[in-house]
């Protein structure tokens, strides 16, 4: 009888890139995964139930359907990788996830033509850490922390702040 040939499997690295996010990963067999990579670089807490994909090319200001990505089996498993080459990550977000994203950036930097008010969840450090004051109804004393520095006063106003006394 002949001994089956085990295949030792072939380790190596990949760079992945994704905006500012330049790393290596490791692949095993030409193969890592989604996982892996928003271990690494978070990209779902950023945005809430994106897809990661790969990609050859660079996508930045590209229309997606014009990228050809690396295979997935399963999904969020990717297959083919070469060791030494880059890849650039692509995330498709949720349209859903996206658009309530939107809605609290649009809330959040209101100018004095939007609704001044903060959203039931926005939230702020109220514990001591830096953040905008204006929100709660405190117009910020610093244009480094505030969101909306040219209108604090309108901010902080339509949040509780009762002007100066």
Known sequence: KKEEEKKEDVV???????????QEFEIVNGSTTAEKIDDEYALTFVMPKCKIRLTLEKNAGMNPSDLTFV???????????????????YCDEDAEEKAKAEAKSRAYYADSNNN??????????????????????NPCVSPYNCKNWHNRFAVAKANGWKGHS
């Open 116 to 137: 001044l008010t903060k959203p039931e969840d926005v939230t702020g450090d109220r514990n001591g850490g830096e953040s905008c004051s204006c929100v709660w109804g």
């Open 71 to 89: 295979k997935e089996e399963p999904e969020g498993t990717y297959q083919g990788l070469e060791v030494g080459k880059t890849y650039y990550a």
């Open 12 to 22: 190596g690295n990949v760079k992945i890139i994704y905006s500012m996010y330049d």
